[in-house]
């Protein structure tokens, strides 16, 4: 069973940056299987797919509202997945979720993920 625990939310200026991680256990063996992602939802919004890539590295997915600002990656040697988040402004306020879902198909088909942390608060201040 997959588990998913994020970290690095906070409040930061529109313009700053901030890193989010996300601990996965029980994707160490079968990495290879796994897609991970990164989604969000703002107050009074459905949840967005944000990033997402191959368990084996490889491929990168994102959504158009976060292309050339957010940059998602992953140490497999510490389990980690991890967003880099650049030029943040007052949209991207949300509360920010890691998931995980047996690959099939492409990482990036938001809809298909299954398992999810409990999330992390970034607050972006204009």
């Known amino acids: 069973q997959v588990q998913l625990a994020e970290s690095g939310g906070g409040s930061v200026q529109a313009g700053g940056s901030l890193r989010l991680s996300c601990v996965a256990s029980?994707?160490?063996?079968?990495?290879?299987?796994?897609?991970l992602g990164w989604f969000r939802q703002a107050p009074g919004k459905e949840r967005e797919g944000v990033a997402a890539?191959?368990?084996?590295?490889?491929?990168?997915y994102y959504a158009d509202y976060v292309k050339g600002r957010f940059t998602i990656s992953q140490d497999n040697a510490k389990n980690t997945l991890y967003l880099q988040m650049n030029s943040l402004n007052a949209e991207d306020t949300a509360m920010y979720y890691c998931?995980?879902?047996?690959?099939?198909?492409?990482?990036?088909?938001?809809?298909?993920?299954?398992?999810w942390g409990q999330g992390t608060q970034v607050t972006v201040s204009s």
């Open positions: 890539m191959y368990g084996g590295g490889g491929r990168t």
């Open positions: 029980g994707v160490t063996y079968n990495r290879y299987r796994y897609c």
């Open positions: 998931a995980a879902v047996t690959s099939g198909g492409s990482c990036g088909s938001w809809e298909k993920y299954r398992s």
